[in-house]
């Protein structure tokens, strides 16, 4: 095809709109332009194209019979492009929100508030995907990631959603009655940590321990995890927020927070938000304004 050759889209309207009401208002006010813009395309169209569209010799305008011939292919080109513009519509607001997430915040933080989502939102679908990995953001894949860290990450939208500090914690059980101990002994330990991460050897690496877990170090899921912890099982690195109930109860022990304006995010690509992205991400804010 010729692009070239093409007349301008806005005129191609124009003439179409006309064709389908046989009237110069009510084609201004299906395209919400003026009927004066409708004549001034048309008048643009016919002079584009060489060729005599319309039959003004009576009191209404009429279509000439090449006007007709062009009225149909008109006709059928747009709806094609109206029927697939509306397919793939419909594809993306049916489609679910995607969330990727840690496993410990899906378990801690959002799956007890999803039920209130639900009940406001039933129209609204997601799709956790708890892991730590790191994901790309982008249309048809992830919608909203919600990481840890300390935001402004490339190429990506971040927004703090909930500020907590990292704490080292353990069972008393565990720690033979003391309510503080030195990396280097914390070392001699179980540890626990969630799948896919290293923050057991790398904190003790940034408190000058070279050595990882002397007693060895568990990988589980982050919904498992604070259970473990609470049953005495090792010593774990999480966000203070999950474990303040545990740690005001005694059933824990905080034995080091690291300072800093870490927290979780939400974390968006550059493309723009679907509705009902846009739905989730609002009551997301919502609920930590609650809390």
Same mark, same amino acid.
């Given at each position: !095809?010729?692009? !070239? ?50 039959? &003004? =010799? ?12 062009? /009225?149909?292919?008109?006709? %059928? ?17 049916? &489609?679910?929100? +995607?969330?990727?997430?840690? /496993? ?5 933080? %959002?799956?007890?508030?999803?039920? /209130?989502?639900?009940?406001? +939102?039933?129209?609204?679908? %997601?799709?956790? *995907?708890?892991? #730590?990995?790191?994901? =790309? ?9 919600? &990481? ?10 971040? @927004? ?20 503080? !101990?030195?990396?280097?002994? %914390?070392? $001699?330990?179980?540890?626990? @940590? ?15 321990? @070279?050595?990882?877990?002397? /007693? ?16 005495? $099982? ?9 474990? @303040?109930? *545990? ?11 690291? #300072?800093?304006? &870490? ?23 919502? $609920?930590?304004?609650?809390?």
């Amino acid at each position: !095809m010729d692009w !070239m050759k093409m007349p301008p889209l806005a005129a191609l309207k124009a003439f179409s709109a006309f064709a389908e009401a046989r009237n110069v208002v009510q084609a201004g006010a299906s395209l919400n332009v003026s009927h004066a813009a409708i004549s001034q395309q048309l008048r643009a169209l016919e002079k584009h194209l060489n060729v005599a569209l319309l039959d &003004r =010799s009576g009191k209404s305008m009429t279509l000439t019979p090449e006007g007709e011939v062009l /009225a149909r292919a008109l006709h %059928l080109g747009f709806g094609a492009i109206g029927a697939a513009v509306s397919d793939l519509m419909h594809a993306t607001e049916d &489609r679910p929100v +995607h969330i990727s997430l840690t /496993a410990s915040f899906a378990a801690s933080w %959002l799956m007890p508030r999803l039920p /209130a989502f639900q009940a406001q +939102h039933p129209d609204v679908h %997601l799709a956790l *995907d708890p892991s #730590p990995n790191l994901v =790309s953001l982008g249309p048809g894949g992830v919608d909203v990631a919600i &990481r840890y860290g300390a935001g402004h990450w490339p190429g990506v939208d971040s @927004e703090l959603l909930l500020q907590s500090p990292i704490v080292i914690v353990a069972a008393p059980a565990l720690l033979g009655g003391k309510t503080k !101990m030195t990396p280097d002994e %914390l070392s $001699q330990l179980p540890w626990l @940590e969630e799948f896919g991460t290293t923050e057991a050897t790398t904190w003790l690496a940034e408190h000058g321990v @070279e050595h990882g877990p002397r /007693a060895g170090r568990i990988a589980l899921p982050g919904n498992l995890l604070l259970e473990g912890v609470r049953a005495g $099982q090792g010593v774990t690195v999480t966000a203070r927020h999950f474990v @303040e109930a *545990d740690i005001k109860a005694g059933r824990i022990i905080e034995l080091f927070c690291e #300072p800093g304006m &870490r927290g979780y995010y939400t974390v968006i690509g550059a493309a723009p938000m679907r509705p009902a992205v846009k739905t989730f991400v609002g009551w997301l804010r919502r $609920q930590v304004g609650q809390m």
